[in-house]
């Protein structure tokens, strides 16, 4: 497991706790990843891909949406190598990081894959669909945390071409599948008046072999539920008004600061750009245990224009998480 060990709790401590400051805006905010931040309650980001505590329940969730909707996996034809090679990186990823439990081996044209957690031990063929399981996205996402876009890159613009998603934040994979990278951030506002979308597609579209940045993205998410998609509004999108006219003392307990922490790096063989995409959850109780979290998240909420909380579905939602952290988080004014 990738969780430090401090005084907190493992879902406090290793929480990528997303703002830096008290003002949230958007920017082309990417750092080189590998690194770790130090938080006031631990820190994140050793690992490009993080085993936690959720590990299996996780895993278990992506399964019963997968099973339910086929369509959150989705792999345009001329994108099947650049699945292996996600797939691969990733296996090379874990085996290095978790040598204790997870193992890749080559013999000749024969690889072999283990993961001691999931009792996997697999022989494939690169390349050779009948040699594994499922496809190789779905094979390797049952096996880690995170969601993944594939991007091919031609005609100077990247193409969101494959990936495996269970736990969009209000956005549709199976929609945006084939879209260009500008096409899907098309709904975000602000971005293009300032210019982040068509720098972040330049600076990704430089990206070299084997490169590999990361940012954060964030909102806040209602009864602890992964998959926030568009195909699931039904089940969820009523959960931001039974909040907000519900009692002030379940807040703590059923908002969350949803964190998203995204990789992305060029992959060597297929020149395509992954992008992973890890959620992490964390309940406005837990989160006030750390007062500079507390203090900031409320400054945060309230500064936040109101275009940017409406396209994060947070306007509901925002008021009583800051009335929750002044009443029973500790923050005052
Ligand atoms: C440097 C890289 C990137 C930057 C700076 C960036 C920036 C942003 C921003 C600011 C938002 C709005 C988020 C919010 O308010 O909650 C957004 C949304 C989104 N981004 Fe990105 N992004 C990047 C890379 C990517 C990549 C590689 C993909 C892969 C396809 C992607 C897919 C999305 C999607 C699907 C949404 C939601 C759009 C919707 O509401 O329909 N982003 N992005």
């Known amino acids: 497991m990738n969780v430090p060990t401090t005084e907190h709790g493992p879902a406090v401590a290793g929480f990528p706790f997303p703002f830096s400051r008290d003002q949230y805006r958007y920017s082309t905010n990417v750092e080189p990843s ?22 299996h329940s ?24 650049a699945a292996w090679d996600c797939m691969l990186t990733v296996m090379r990823d874990l085996a290095r990081e978790h040598p204790e439990i997870m193992s890749l081996e080559r013999t000749d044209s024969r690889w072999r894959w283990q993961n001691a957690l999931l009792s996997v031990d697999d022989h494939f063929v690169l390349g050779d669909l009948s040699t594994l399981p499922a496809p190789p996205l779905v094979y390797i996402g049952s096996q880690i945390q995170e969601d993944v876009v594939l991007l091919d890159q031609r005609e100077n613009q990247l193409w969101a071409d494959a990936g495996l998603v269970t736990f969009a934040a209000d956005w549709s994979f ?67 008004r039974t909040l907000a006219d519900g009692p002030l003392t379940a807040v703590g307990d059923r908002l969350s600061l949803r964190t998203e922490v995204q990789h992305l790096v060029r992959l060597a063989n ?64």
């Open 58 to 81: 996780e895993l278990a969730e992506r399964r019963r949406i997968l099973d339910r909707d086929p369509s959150r996996h989705q792999c345009l034809e001329h994108m099947t190598p």
């Open 270 to 333: 297929s020149d395509a750009v992954m992008f992973l995409i890890r959620t992490y959850l964390l309940p406005f109780r837990e989160l006030a245990t750390v007062p500079e979290w507390a203090e900031r998240t409320h400054k945060v909420l309230e500064d936040l224009p109101f275009d940017m909380a409406e396209y994060k579905g947070i306007t509901r939602t925002r008021e009583p998480a800051m009335r929750w952290l002044r009443t029973y988080g500790g923050v005052s004014l």
């Open 174 to 240: 199976g929609f945006d599948v084939g879209m260009s990278f500008l096409q899907i951030h098309g709904p975000v506002p602000r971005v293009h008046t300032e210019n982040v979308a068509t720098r972040a597609q330049s600076f990704l579209m430089r990206l070299e072999s084997g490169q590999s940045y990361r940012r954060t993205n964030w909102t806040l998410t209602v009864d602890g539920k992964l998959d926030t998609s568009t195909e699931t509004y039904p089940d969820w999108g009523r959960d931001r």
């Open 34 to 55: 590998g690194t770790s931040h130090i938080t006031a309650a631990g820190l994140w980001g050793e690992h490009r891909i993080v085993i936690d505590q959720n590990y």
